[in-house]
């Protein structure tokens, strides 16, 4: 009697919380739109994980201290279009330790570019990052610095990863895949307009 009664009040249970999860309304993604741009490398977008691109050293247009500041401290990963693009969710495919730290970034309409995320302590393979409002720019960027303190290696405290003077290989990080995504209107939404 008991063990039925255990198993009636499991079934009602797991019913209710089923009943709970389903009317929470989830977004469905667009298409990843990172495969229709032009990038310093292709291989950051070209829908394959077995392919790696590299981050490269920052061009600046600017010749002033701050930029040159800018371009010796970091390399960077760069998405643009010709048109306009709508970007929400932010998916980072890139092997453990490579992208422990990163700023996610889009150009604004003015040519500045704009941090929406500073990433720090990564050590996940696949890094998502769903903005709150929608960003519409022709240009998407990772800025990876070329050197920085690591709290996982064996166990020890920080080290560095790289030392000073001239770009190293391992300065210039490896990125598996880009995804970039919009919410696309849920037939929710659809229904009460």
Not at 55 to 62: L, S, Y
Not at 68 to 83: G, I, P, R
Not at 137 to 166: C, I, M
Request: positive net charge; charged residues 25%.
């Amino acid at each position: 009697m008991r063990i039925g009664s255990v198993i009636l009040i499991l079934c009602v249970l797991l019913g209710i919380s089923g009943c709970i999860l389903s009317s929470s309304s989830s977004l469905n993604w667009s298409e990843n739109v990172a495969i229709s741009a032009a990038g310093t490398d292709p291989k950051f977008h070209d829908d394959n994980l077995y392919t790696e691109g590299e981050t490269t050293t920052i061009r600046e247009d600017a010749k002033d201290r701050a930029s040159q500041d800018e371009a010796d401290k970091f390399t960077e990963a760069v998405l643009s279009w010709n048109s306009p693009q709508t970007i929400q969710r932010i998916v980072i495919k890139a092997k453990e330790g490579q992208l422990e730290f990163f700023h996610i970034q889009y150009m604004h309409a003015d040519g500045k570019w704009v941090t929406v995320k500073d990433v720090r302590d990564n050590m996940r393979p696949i890094y998502r990052y769903t903005l709150g409002k929608p960003v519409v720019t022709n240009k998407f960027r990772l800025k990876v610095p070329r050197r920085w303190d690591s709290r996982h290696v064996g166990g020890q405290s920080r080290y560095k990863r790289s030392e000073t003077g001239a770009p190293t290989a391992a300065e210039f990080r490896k990125i598996q895949e880009i995804e970039l995504y919009y919410a696309l209107p849920t037939s929710d939404a659809a229904s009460n307009q």
